[in-house]
């Protein structure tokens, strides 16, 4: 065997775990970081951002979408996409932009039982999940939700509920001032 014939050899790698990533819906670019990924297994990176974007034109834009993709050996790739990632769809149901500072001590919202168990619905028909028991499902959203500071309740009255989301605003506010102080005052040490 030649040498050139073994550097095209080695040149053809089929990556079997792929490349996992949680992307933007119709935000793909060829720029980094997707972009260097991309490169690294060998994908044409154009065609792939022109892909993704196309197949997720049905999501509002900025959503977080996962994705697997797998090279086969002609540089042809797989792209398989899932639904939005489980926060994303529990901070949707609590109505919140994002999860508590201190996750144990700190609630940032509620959900349902209903909600995990419609959010469950939808999850479970990711490949990943297909074979996973719904119940396994729910206990993993209770946890990630324990984890970003939503709390899992039987009933949420509306009202109380609004009340709450107001109170929280603020909350969320000073945090923003003490971390923006925070940052300016490394900022002065630095200079």
């Known amino acids: 065997m030649?040498?050139?014939?073994?550097?095209?050899?080695?040149?053809?790698?089929?990556?079997?775990g792929g490349l996992k990533t949680i992307i933007p819906a119709q935000m793909a670019m060829p720029g980094p970081p997707l972009g260097t990924q991309l490169g690294q297994i060998g994908i044409n990176i154009a065609n792939f951002c022109k892909d993704f974007n196309l197949r997720t034109s049905v999501y509002r834009p900025g959503i977080p979408v996962p994705t697997r993709t797998t090279i086969n050996a002609d540089r042809s790739y797989n792209l398989v996409m899932h639904h939005p990632t489980s926060m994303y769809f529990l901070k949707q149901a609590a109505g919140v932009q994002r999860g508590a500072m201190e996750h144990g001590k700190e609630v940032v919202g509620y959900v349902t039982r209903?909600?995990?168990?419609?959010?469950?619905?939808?999850?479970?028909?990711?490949?990943?999940?297909?074979?996973?028991?719904?119940?396994?499902?729910?206990?993993?959203?209770?946890?990630t939700a324990y984890t970003i500071g939503i709390k899992v309740v039987d009933k949420i009255d509306p009202d109380e509920y609004q009340a709450f989301l107001e109170e929280r605003k603020l909350i969320v506010e000073e945090q923003k001032a003490e971390i923006k102080a925070i940052k300016e005052a490394k900022l002065l040490r630095t200079l």
């Open 2 to 16: 030649s040498n050139k014939a073994k550097k095209a050899i080695a040149k053809i790698v089929h990556h079997k």
């Open 114 to 143: 209903k909600h995990i168990y419609e959010i469950a619905k939808l999850k479970s028909q990711d490949p990943p999940l297909q074979m996973v028991d719904m119940e396994e499902i729910c206990n993993d959203l209770i946890q």
